[in-house]
Each structure stands twice: as structure tokens, then as C-alpha cells.
């Protein structure tokens, strides 16, 4: 993705524009003209209930959502200004700008180590880095993530057998190396203990410095906790978007204010 | 026995809940257990009945008269002449090796490639029919594939090459290899398939493509049961006896080149062992030469299993 020049020319404030987004799952359509602005450096969180279409949006921002048959996708997506429904646009460099953190935390069943450097390997040619360069890599991105003190010594065990939590860590850390702009994030903390999921939000909001976070979530409370702005969507549609509080606080619909008391959800 | 007391305390609701049904899952179950625990020691057992039964049989030979060199590194196969009977199995051990690690060349990337296909990238009614397609391939008797070689292959292998004989080396490779492939990709399709989506998405989602996924995520994350299928796969070739006895030429030498008619070890017993008299030096002999088979599947299986195991425990497990 050429991003710089866009950004410089301050053409756009907003990291993701879409513009009347409609997505359907063969004859289902899960998203309604979504028209949405995120904005850089700070975590903007999707709420809504179950089937709603956020898991469904946050997977268009790196055309995840492909991977499946029957899915037709209309209007665009811009990111840093680049429409990446453009003939043009690579999915390899579009992913290695746009990070994607799952649910259920995936480490791939390779060591620790070759995990944070699985998508350097992806993306650089075979020599680009000498085996010191590649340490420092792995060091870096486990001590972003904090990481680096529970594993240094393990760093060619399997990344499956770590706990859950560590797991999801370095499910981050592999994303860090590519120096992603972007990270998704799709309700990483649902399959952690209430500790994990401190920890994961500790860390989600030291990283909100450096990247655009959007994060879907069922949680209420977290979206609170965390999230600078919240988009709250039902039925595939966008109801609402803007400052975390003020969704929480003074919603202006009835849709979101039900919602967020919790008379539904 | 009345150790426990709250054991005690609660047998007689036990026995009150199991009331009715008591008589017959009281025999029953014990029953089913030791039906289950046979079955599955059984499998040892048919292993050492047959060693033991191949072994008594060949004993009298392998640890009397047969000279173990010359067993192993003569050509020199006469076991019905009557001057002196020979026994040098080198030209059938070569000839198995030969048929068996050429049909492999041909049957894992072919197998190994249709599974990920079907695994990967074939979808809905494709893949439907391909699997049933490549089942009923598994299905063929092996006596109509030594047919199709005999009657088909060879005459085509002579027409298109210019070798003097059809059934050879090339030929039985060919359809041992076939013969192969259905089990290397139901069996590799499998291992694709046990691996988590989880993964491809992971991959997928830091930007590989289709094919990295498969190289880098797939097949390490699938090797244990991608191996169990090739080395299925080489067990079948090694065991095969009815195509390869048709298809190969069974002539006994040392092949020089593809379209050579070479003999199997398997061949060589199927066809021996009906003419051979009962108990004589001949019988005994083939029966060294199933030790032989014995001891090289053995060996397959104890590699591939340590290989398997061994792999994954040291760096990663």
C-alpha cells in the first residue's frame, strides 16, 4: 500500500473510509450501506448484538471474508485513500498492512520463535535478515506484547502449548514485525480468564500509540474501557458512531440505548 | 472393604438406580469389555501367529543348509534345477526396490498433489465425486489391474518406446503406483483435512497465498499424517503380488534400464509356492524369502514410526 503521500497531503484524516458497503452471504445480506470513518491512532470498537455484522465489517478490512463462496461485496473500502477493491491492490501487501488478531487465539503449530517471524518469511526474501537481525525481531515483537520474559528461554517450543493468553500475545507479536498500520481485532479476549483479559487490554491500549485498533467485541464493559470511539451496528447497519462516552452515555438512538443498557444483547 | 465410607453409604442407591437393568448390564458390560480387550490384543496375536508360522516353516532352511551370503548377494536363482539348486534372491530384492521406489516417485507427488486438491481446492460436488471417484479406484481388485497392465499398458509401452517386451519394470512401477495413489490421497486428504481452518486463516490473514499456506502451514502442520499415508502407500507397493507378478516380466535380473522385465520377492512366492514340493528345500526357501518381507515392512514401519515421533519430541514438542 503507498500511504505516506496520502497521509501528508492530509487528503485523509481518517485511516478506513467505506462508502455504501453491502455484503451478502449468498442471498443473506449482512451488511446494509455501511458508511464509516475510523480514525487513525486509537481504538474504535464494534458493538452490536449477535449477527449484527460487525465480525462481518472488521473481515472486509483485509477482504478476509473472501476465503468463502457466495460472498458479493458492493461499494468501497478505502484505506489510507486506496479503494482496496481496486483491480490493482495486492491482498499479500493489503494483509501485511492490515493485521487481523482472531477469536480464538491461532499460533500456528511451528515454534515461538518461527510464528513472529512467520510473516517476515511471507513477505521479505529469503536473506533479507542475518540470524542476529531475526532475534532482535522475534525479541522485539515479544517484548512489545510483554511477551519476551515468559518465553526467552522457550523460544523453539511448540507456540501451541502455551497458555491461552500467551497464546493470543503472540498471535500480536507475529503481526509486529510487518509493521502493520492496522490491527483487527476480533474479540480477542473472549476465550481468556478475567486476568488474560486484563493483560490484553493493558496491552491493546499501549498499542493504540502506534496502530489503528478496531476491535469487535460482546463485551460491553471492555468497549467502554478501552475504545476512544464505538460504532454500534444492528442488522447490518451502522446505528451509531462517536466518542466511546457519549455512544454509552447519550445515545441518540433507541436502538443503541437499549442496547447498551443491556435491555438486549 | 469398608474403607470407604461414603462409598458405602451410597451403594445401596446404586443398586436401587441400576434395579431394573441390573441383570443384564451387571453381565453385559464386563462382557463387551473383554470382547473389546480381545480385539484389540488380537491384533498382536495374528502378528506372532504369522511370524512364528513363516519362521517354523523357513527355520530348517535359514539356520541349516541356505547360505545366507550367497541368499543375499547372488543373482543366481535356479531353485528347480536338477543339478544344483541355487538360491540367490539379489536380482528379486533389487527388483522390489526398483518397482516399489520408482512406483513411489510416481505415486506420492501424484497422490500427495490430489489430496491437496481435494482438500484445498476443490469444492462442493467436484470434490464429492473426485473422493468417490478415487474410492472406487481403491476398490479394484488388484488381478484386474495386473490385467490392465498385461493387456493394455504393456502393448502401449511397446508401441510408444520400441522395448521388446511390455510388461517390465516401467509397467508394473506404473501400476503398482496407481494402485498407490488412492490410499496415499485418502489418507494424506485426511491429514489436510484434521488440520484446524484456524491456521489457514492465521496464514492467510498475515498475507500468504494459497500456496505458501500450503507449503508453510499445511504441510508441516499435517506431516505425521502425509507420512502415514506415503508410507501406506509404500506398503501396498511392497505387499502387491497379483499386478506386479503380471506386470513386470518376472524374469529374474538385474534391470539396466526402465523397460527391463524384472521379479518381485512377493511374485516369486505366488508363483513358486504351488509348484513346490511340501517341506522340501524349495518350500523352505520361499518361506525365507517371506521372512525377508517380514523384516522389511518391520523396518518401514519402526523408521517411519520413529521418524514420526522423533521429529516433532526434539525442537518442538
Same mark, same amino acid.
Request: charged share 20%; aromatic share 8%.
Given at each position: 500500500?503507498?500511504?505516506?503521500?496520502?497521509?501528508?497531503?492530509?487528503?485523509?484524516?481518517?485511516?478506513?473510509?467505506?462508502?455504501? &458497503?453491502?455484503?451478502? /452471504?449468498?442471498?443473506?445480506?449482512?451488511?446494509?450501506?455501511?458508511?464509516?470513518?475510523?480514525?487513525?491512532?486509537?481504538?474504535?470498537?464494534?458493538?452490536?448484538?449477535?449477527?449484527?455484522?460487525? *465480525?462481518?465489517?472488521?473481515?472486509?478490512?483485509?477482504?478476509?471474508? $473472501?476465503? /468463502?463462496?457466495?460472498?458479493? *461485496? +458492493?461499494?468501497?473500502?478505502?484505506?489510507?485513500?486506496?479503494?482496496?477493491?481496486? +483491480?490493482?491492490?495486492?491482498?499479500?501487501?493489503?494483509?501485511?498492512?492490515?493485521?487481523?488478531?482472531?477469536?480464538?487465539?491461532?499460533?500456528?503449530?511451528?515454534?515461538?520463535?518461527?510464528?513472529?517471524?512467520?510473516?517476515?518469511? &511471507?513477505?521479505?526474501?529469503?536473506?533479507?535478515?542475518?540470524?542476529?537481525?531475526?532475534?532482535?525481531? @522475534? !525479541?522485539?515483537?515479544?517484548?512489545?506484547?510483554?511477551?519476551?520474559?515468559?518465553?526467552?528461554?522457550?523460544?523453539?517450543?511448540?507456540?501451541?502449548?502455551?497458555?491461552?493468553?500467551?497464546?493470543?500475545?503472540?498471535? &500480536?507479536?507475529? #503481526?509486529?514485525?510487518?509493521?502493520?498500520?492496522?490491527?483487527?481485532?476480533?474479540?480477542?479476549?473472549?476465550?481468556?480468564?478475567?486476568?488474560?483479559? $486484563?493483560?490484553?487490554?493493558?496491552?491493546?491500549?499501549?498499542?493504540?500509540? =502506534?496502530?489503528?485498533?478496531?476491535?469487535?467485541?460482546?463485551?460491553?464493559?471492555?468497549?467502554?474501557?478501552?475504545?476512544?470511539?464505538?460504532?454500534?451496528?444492528?442488522?447490518?447497519?451502522?446505528?451509531?458512531?462517536?466518542?466511546?462516552? $457519549?455512544?454509552?452515555?447519550?445515545?441518540?438512538? =433507541?436502538?443503541? !440505548?437499549?442496547? @447498551?443498557?443491556?435491555?438486549?444483547? | 472393604?469398608?474403607?470407604?465410607?461414603?462409598?458405602?453409604?451410597?451403594?445401596?442407591?446404586?443398586?436401587?438406580?441400576?434395579?431394573?437393568?441390573?441383570?443384564?448390564?451387571? #453381565?453385559?458390560?464386563?462382557?463387551?469389555?473383554?470382547?473389546?480387550?480381545?480385539?484389540?490384543?488380537?491384533?498382536?496375536?495374528?502378528?506372532?501367529?504369522?511370524?512364528?508360522?513363516?519362521?517354523?516353516?523357513?527355520?530348517?532352511?535359514?539356520?541349516?543348509?541356505?547360505?545366507?551370503?550367497?541368499?543375499?548377494?547372488?543373482?543366481?536363482?535356479?531353485?528347480?534345477? $536338477?543339478?544344483?539348486?541355487? /538360491?540367490?534372491?539379489?536380482?528379486?530384492?533389487?527388483?522390489?526396490?526398483? @518397482?516399489?521406489?520408482?512406483?513411489?516417485?510416481?505415486?506420492?507427488?501424484?497422490?500427495?498433489?490430489?489430496?491437496?486438491?481435494?482438500?484445498?481446492?476443490?469444492?462442493?460436488?467436484?470434490? !464429492?465425486?473426485?473422493?468417490? *471417484?478415487?474410492?472406487?479406484?481403491?476398490?479394484?481388485?488388484?488381478?484386474?489391474?495386473?490385467?490392465?497392465?498385461?493387456?493394455?499398458?504393456?502393448?502401449?509401452?511397446?508401441?510408444?518406446?520400441?522395448?521388446?517386451?511390455?510388461?517390465?519394470?516401467?509397467?508394473?512401477?506404473?501400476?503398482?503406483?496407481?494402485?498407490? @495413489?488412492?490410499?496415499?490421497?485418502?489418507?494424506?486428504?485426511?491429514?489436510?483435512?484434521?488440520?484446524?481452518?484456524? /491456521?489457514?486463516?492465521?496464514?492467510?490473514?498475515?498475507?500468504?497465498?494459497?500456496? !505458501?499456506?500450503?507449503?508453510?502451514?499445511?504441510?508441516?502442520?499435517?506431516?505425521?499424517?502425509?507420512?502415514?499415508?506415503?508410507?501406506?502407500?509404500?506398503?501396498?507397493?511392497?505387499?502387491?503380488?497379483?499386478?506386479?507378478?503380471?506386470?513386470?516380466?518376472?524374469?529374474?535380473?538385474?534391470?539396466?534400464?526402465?523397460?527391463?522385465?524384472?521379479?518381485?520377492?512377493?511374485?516369486?512366492?505366488?508363483?513358486? #509356492?504351488?509348484?513346490?514340493?511340501?517341506?522340501?528345500?524349495?518350500?523352505?526357501?520361499?518361506?525365507?524369502?517371506?521372512?525377508?518381507?517380514?523384516?522389511?515392512?518391520?523396518?518401514?514401519?519402526?523408521?517411519?514410526?520413529?521418524?514420526?515421533?522423533?521429529?516433532?519430541?526434539?525442537?518442538?514438542?
Amino acid at each position: 500500500m503507498t500511504t505516506g503521500p496520502d497521509l501528508a497531503r492530509g487528503v485523509d484524516r481518517f485511516t478506513i473510509q467505506t462508502r455504501d &458497503l453491502n455484503l451478502w /452471504y449468498g442471498d443473506f445480506q449482512a451488511l446494509k450501506e455501511v458508511t464509516v470513518r475510523i480514525k487513525p491512532r486509537m481504538i474504535t470498537s464494534l458493538i452490536g448484538p449477535s449477527g449484527c455484522g460487525k *465480525t462481518t465489517l472488521l473481515r472486509c478490512f483485509n477482504r478476509i471474508n $473472501e476465503r /468463502y463462496e457466495n460472498v458479493t *461485496t +458492493t461499494g468501497e473500502i478505502r484505506i489510507f485513500g486506496r479503494n482496496i477493491y481496486d +483491480t490493482g491492490v495486492s491482498l499479500s501487501e493489503l494483509r501485511k498492512s492490515v493485521g487481523m488478531v482472531f477469536q480464538r487465539p491461532n499460533p500456528l503449530p511451528i515454534s515461538i520463535y518461527d510464528n513472529v517471524l512467520f510473516g517476515v518469511r &511471507l513477505h521479505m526474501p529469503r536473506m533479507t535478515f542475518s540470524r542476529g537481525q531475526k532475534q532482535e525481531l @522475534v !525479541e522485539t515483537a515479544l517484548r512489545d506484547v510483554q511477551l519476551w520474559d515468559d518465553v526467552k528461554d522457550q523460544l523453539r517450543r511448540k507456540a501451541t502449548l502455551l497458555t491461552l493468553e500467551q497464546q493470543q500475545k503472540l498471535c &500480536l507479536a507475529r #503481526l509486529l514485525p510487518l509493521k502493520p498500520r492496522i490491527i483487527l481485532m476480533d474479540e480477542p479476549c473472549s476465550a481468556l480468564d478475567a486476568e488474560g483479559i $486484563e493483560h490484553i487490554e493493558e496491552l491493546v491500549d499501549q498499542l493504540r500509540a =502506534k496502530y489503528t485498533i478496531i476491535m469487535v467485541t460482546h463485551n460491553m464493559g471492555q468497549a467502554r474501557r478501552i475504545s476512544q470511539e464505538c460504532i454500534f451496528m444492528f442488522l447490518g447497519r451502522i446505528v451509531e458512531h462517536g466518542p466511546t462516552l $457519549e455512544v454509552f452515555l447519550t445515545p441518540r438512538h =433507541k436502538d443503541t !440505548e437499549m442496547y @447498551v443498557t443491556g435491555r438486549y444483547g | 472393604m469398608s474403607a470407604d465410607p461414603v462409598n458405602t453409604r451410597d451403594r445401596p442407591t446404586l443398586r436401587r438406580l441400576a434395579a431394573v437393568p441390573a441383570g443384564c448390564r451387571g #453381565l453385559t458390560e464386563p462382557l463387551i469389555e473383554w470382547l473389546i480387550r480381545i480385539c484389540g490384543w488380537s491384533a498382536i496375536l495374528f502378528v506372532a501367529a504369522i511370524f512364528f508360522f513363516v519362521l517354523r516353516e523357513a527355520a530348517p532352511m535359514l539356520f541349516g543348509k541356505l547360505d545366507l551370503v550367497e541368499f543375499f548377494t547372488s543373482t543366481d536363482w535356479q531353485p528347480t534345477s $536338477e543339478v544344483r539348486q541355487r /538360491y540367490g534372491i539379489l536380482a528379486l530384492l533389487v527388483g522390489t526396490l526398483h @518397482v516399489s521406489l520408482l512406483a513411489m516417485a510416481i505415486a506420492v507427488p501424484l497422490g500427495l498433489g490430489a489430496a491437496v486438491y481435494i482438500s484445498e481446492f476443490s469444492r462442493g460436488r467436484t470434490r !464429492e465425486t473426485l473422493k468417490i *471417484t478415487i474410492e472406487l479406484l481403491a476398490a479394484i481388485p488388484s488381478i484386474v489391474w495386473g490385467f490392465i497392465a498385461y493387456m493394455v499398458l504393456g502393448p502401449l509401452i511397446i508401441r510408444v518406446t520400441g522395448a521388446p517386451v511390455g510388461v517390465n519394470l516401467f509397467n508394473g512401477s506404473v501400476v503398482l503406483a496407481l494402485m498407490s @495413489v488412492p490410499i496415499i490421497v485418502s489418507v494424506g486428504e485426511d491429514a489436510l483435512k484434521a488440520v484446524p481452518d484456524a /491456521y489457514r486463516e492465521a496464514a492467510l490473514a498475515m498475507g500468504a497465498s494459497r500456496w !505458501e499456506v500450503i507449503v508453510r502451514v499445511l504441510f508441516p502442520a499435517a506431516k505425521n499424517g502425509l507420512l502415514a499415508a506415503v508410507l501406506l502407500g509404500i506398503g501396498r507397493a511392497i505387499g502387491e503380488t497379483m499386478a506386479v507378478l503380471m506386470a513386470t516380466g518376472h524374469a529374474v535380473l538385474i534391470p539396466r534400464s526402465l523397460f527391463d522385465p524384472v521379479r518381485t520377492l512377493t511374485a516369486t512366492i505366488a508363483s513358486e #509356492l504351488g509348484e513346490a514340493v511340501k517341506g522340501g528345500d524349495h518350500y523352505r526357501v520361499l518361506f525365507v524369502i517371506g521372512l525377508v518381507l517380514f523384516a522389511v515392512t518391520f523396518v518401514v514401519n519402526f523408521v517411519a514410526d520413529v521418524v514420526v515421533k522423533g521429529v516433532g519430541s526434539e525442537r518442538r514438542a
